[in-house]
């Protein structure tokens, strides 16, 4: 079965055998089609990603640190305020570099009209 066959395949009918695979080649294709259309990012787009990955780690992890800090100083008590707000800013900064990635990366598999459900019809927009 060729992966145009495939796309015309109704959502709400049972998956035949092998048709899973069929449908992974035929959205990985798509996939490679569409950053073959884009063309190749340069240096300075690269140089760019990662700081701006680096800062959304950075930024989260040092806000975390003075109001830990500011915390500590203010309101002695036996846990160590800075420390927990340092680890809590990685993790939100971490997430944040995540969703970046995710969005700016080409991480998502979704097609570039936004996600589709398993009820949307096929890729390519026929009904």
Do not use: Q
């Not at 495939?6 to 049972?14: E, H, K, N, T």
């Not at 787009?45 to 680096?54: D, H, K, P, S």
């Not at 809590?88 to 900064?93: D, F, L, Q, T």
């Amino acid at each position: 079965m060729a992966p145009e066959r495939v796309r015309d395949l109704p959502g709400d009918a049972p998956p035949r055998p092998g048709e899973e695979l069929l449908r992974e080649v035929a959205r990985k294709g798509e996939r490679r089609e569409r950053a073959r259309r884009a063309g190749r990012h340069g240096l300075g787009y690269g140089l760019g990603l990662f700081g701006l990955i680096g800062w959304s780690v950075a930024v989260p992890t040092l806000i975390g640190i003075a109001l830990g800090v500011w915390i500590d100083r203010r309101f002695p008590s036996p846990y160590a305020w800075t420390l927990m707000l340092m680890l809590a800013g990685i993790a939100v900064g971490c997430l944040n570099a995540w969703f970046w990635l995710r969005r700016e990366g080409g991480l998502d598999d979704a097609p570039p009209g936004g996600p589709r459900g398993p009820r949307d019809g096929p890729p390519g927009g026929a009904p």
